[in-house]
């Protein structure tokens, strides 16, 4: 479709449980055009790894920017489900997507240039790197996520806020990085000094956080997935813990654990907090006194009524849904349960990240 000089004229895409029409320009995906609507579409990723933006395609044709197969299985293929950010348009298309009804109105996405302004290691493989922005950034909820870009990195890397909201000033960001084998950014951070390093942060993105309610909550993270369950956990204890909350933290050895003084004070000051790490690589003669096992074993045993509780997932796509498998058996409904997989750039569609 042409416009009088040949430039390509949106076409439309009709959100059937809306009656919203979304405009979404030449070049464009669905997913951008609906935030940028205002519409609370699910999403944590933005770049075709998590599925959270899925729906289903009722009419129209479409150009798939990467294969769904990476995120859909068989059956949601042949349902006509499609991810919203991999979707341009090729046609007017109708589409049925389940909308977060509970989400919080999301501040609009601005990009701001800044320099790394510390470096500090956390684990052998995980740094906490800060960002001091020229500009004020838009305040972003506790679990959101940004996308961070640095010269000579071909394609910006999402990390997730690592601290509060509230104990940020408003022109600093913090995020956790985990060397990943091969990563180019990850390996660009990890190696040398990089202070005063300009970088480009793009956000706040994503609706990973907690959901207003007063019912129990259950937070599992794994490795790097701390960053946005601590930024939440931090903002609970500010404004209040309201409700029971347990968090099973996953990791292999003591080596792989961190943060753990600031959960335990926020544990020790609230009654309402259960914090409880868990180590599933430790060797027989250690002295840990503390739990051994996978953190999907310790679901069932903290004394929730899961089938009357939140959850909240965050980390390795494994434990993600071996939790989501657990959880359901326990009767918690997936409107109830939230998460954010996180994936390295060899696991993302077509290698791009």
């Known amino acids: 479709m042409f416009g009088l000089f040949g430039e390509k004229k949106p076409y439309n895409a009709q959100v059937n449980s809306t009656n919203v029409t979304l405009e979404v320009e030449a070049g464009d995906n669905l997913l951008n055009a609906a935030l940028k609507s205002g519409l609370a579409w699910p999403h944590n990723c933005r770049v075709g790894s998590c599925g959270t933006c899925r729906c289903k395609l009722l009419e129209g044709k479409i150009k798939a920017l990467n294969d769904f197969g990476y995120v859909l299985d068989a059956d949601e293929l042949d349902e006509g489900m499609i991810l919203a950010c991999q979707t341009r348009l090729r046609t007017d298309i109708s589409v049925e997507v389940s909308l977060d009804d509970d989400a919080q109105p999301l501040v609009q996405a601005e990009t701001a240039k800044g320099t790394i302004s510390s470096i500090q290691a956390l684990t052998h493989d995980i740094i906490e790197v800060r960002v001091k922005l020229a500009q004020a950034f838009p305040e972003y909820i506790a679990g959101q996520y940004a996308e961070i870009a640095i010269d000579g990195i071909e394609d910006p890397r999402s990390y997730s806020f690592a601290r509060a909201p509230s104990l940020e000033d408003t022109s600093t960001v913090s995020f956790y990085v985990r060397r990943v084998p091969n990563g180019a950014m990850s390996n ?6 990089r202070l005063n390093n300009e970088v480009t942060v793009s956000g706040p993105h994503g609706t990973f956080y907690l959901r207003e309610s007063k ?79 996978m953190v999907t074993e310790f679901i069932t045993k903290q004394g929730l009524d899961l089938a009357a509780s939140q959850a909240y997932l965050c980390g390795p796509p494994g434990m993600i849904d071996a939790a989501i498998e657990v959880l359901n058996k326990q009767g918690m409904n997936d409107d109830h349960i939230f998460f954010d997989k996180f994936l390295d750039a060899s696991h993302l569609p077509g290698g791009k990240r």
């Open 188 to 193: 660009l951070l990890h190696d040398g000094n």
């Open 215 to 293: 019912l129990p909550a259950l937070c599992i993270a794994g490795g790097s997935g701390l960053a946005p369950i601590k930024a939440i956990l931090e903002q609970l204890a500010h404004d209040g813990f309201d409700r029971q909350v347990v968090f099973l933290f996953g990791a292999r050895t003591e080596a792989d654990l961190y943060c753990i003084e600031q959960m335990e004070k926020l544990s020790e000051a609230s009654a309402q907090f259960n914090f409880i790490p868990i180590l599933s690589h430790l060797p027989d003669d250690s002295d840990w006194t503390g739990e051994r096992g």
